[in-house]
């Protein structure tokens, strides 16, 4: 499996994740589609912290660390508010959609 972004044909894994990151704002945009979902500005929030997150660890947060990640520079987002950007799970397609690798096992960080 891979995505043309931006003309250039990039290596995804078999659920879709890139096996390198793509840190160009075109990446979102072509997994979001083939997701079916529509970036808003509250995705573009989100991804950007799953793409500083990866940049300053090596890897994205489980779900709990997300939330309360996320919570520190969006006070009051709750778990709802994140499933409902992200239905499958904030902290896999998230990462997915944000152009990144898939992340590690349950634990994370």
Avoid: C
């Avoid at 995505?3 to 704002?25: M, R, S």
């Amino acid at each position: 499996m891979s995505y043309n972004i931006g003309g250039v044909e990039h290596e995804a894994d078999d659920q879709g994740y890139l096996v390198e990151p793509v840190f160009d704002d075109e990446a979102p945009r072509v997994i979001a589609a083939a997701e079916n979902i529509e970036l808003t500005d509250a995705h573009w929030e989100v991804i950007n912290y799953l793409r500083d997150e990866y940049r300053e660890n090596g890897h994205t947060p489980n779900f709990r660390n997300m939330l309360k990640g996320f919570a520190e520079i969006h006070p009051g987002v709750d778990s709802k508010y994140l499933y409902d950007l992200f239905p499958i799970g904030p902290a896999k397609q998230g990462p997915k959609v944000a152009g990144l690798p898939q992340p590690l096992g349950k634990g994370g960080y």
